[in-house]
């Protein structure tokens, strides 16, 4: 069965700072991989998502993710966040022998200070 | 274009009431899911639906939850008899399954479910 790791529960940021949010997974073979965004009282926005080829994917307002396979981790980066990058973060496996299903990690909040 | 729609926003309803949730689709999407979100148990699936025939029902909690997908563009979760314990933030998502440019899920904004 697939499942996610999301190891920190909370990180707090500077502003300008740069961000790394980990993410491990489980899963038998060549997973898909998505990164959500929740802002609060709203639902999840998808920021980026990995399903084959280059293992650096970009995605939007900034967010890029590395897949490693020899470490079974999709790590989310951004080199400089804003005060509105502040959210709970998602990681979440799919694809499971041809199920639909995607699984969440308990989610990252992230905080950000002045 | 309109995004996966969730009514009502909000509902606060009394131990023992029968509550019902609603959701429409993005237009052309044929997979759809309903999540269940609380502190205690994060994101959770409860059930999908693919071409309005549930695919994967193990995740209702149990008999006093059902859902329904009648035609293409709407769906309903049912709890009946609703239970202080069923309060959460309940998400439909929708999703075109099948090549990697899609099998993205789409969220709604969430019902949040307050039983008293």
């Known amino acids: 069965a697939q499942s996610v790791t999301q190891p920190d529960i909370h990180i707090t940021v500077s502003e300008g700072a740069s961000l790394e949010l980990r993410c491990n997974y489980s899963?038998?073979?060549?997973?898909?991989l998505f990164w959500y965004v929740q802002s609060p009282g709203q639902g999840l926005q998808l920021l980026l998502k990995?399903?084959?080829?280059?293992?650096l994917v970009q995605g939007i307002k900034g967010f890029e993710a590395e897949f490693k396979r020899s470490q079974s981790s999709f790590n989310l980066r951004k080199p400089s966040v804003h005060w509105s990058d502040a959210a709970e973060y998602f990681c979440a496996v799919g694809r499971d022998f041809g199920n639909e299903k995607l699984t969440f990690g308990t989610g990252t909040r992230l905080t950000i200070i002045p | 274009d309109a995004g996966v729609i969730q009514s009502p926003r909000h509902e606060v309803t009394e131990m023992g009431q029968e509550v019902t949730l609603r959701c429409k689709p993005i237009s052309g999407h044929n997979s759809l899911f309903w999540y269940r979100q609380t502190m205690m148990r994060g994101l959770e699936l409860l059930i999908y639906?693919?071409?309005?025939?549930?695919?994967?029902d193990s995740g209702m909690p149990e008999d006093r939850f059902s859902a329904k997908m009648p035609n293409a563009s709407f769906s309903t979760l049912k709890i009946q008899p609703s239970e202080p314990r069923d309060s959460a933030v309940y998400f439909c998502?929708?999703?075109?399954?099948?090549?990697?440019?899609?099998?993205?899920?789409?969220f709604g904004p969430g019902t949040r479910l307050t039983v008293l």
């Open positions: 990995y399903f084959s080829g280059d293992t």
């Open positions: 639906f693919n071409n309005n025939v549930p695919i994967d």
């Open positions: 899963y038998g073979a060549t997973p898909y």
């Open positions: 998502a929708s999703s075109i399954p099948g090549t990697s440019s899609t099998d993205t899920q789409y």
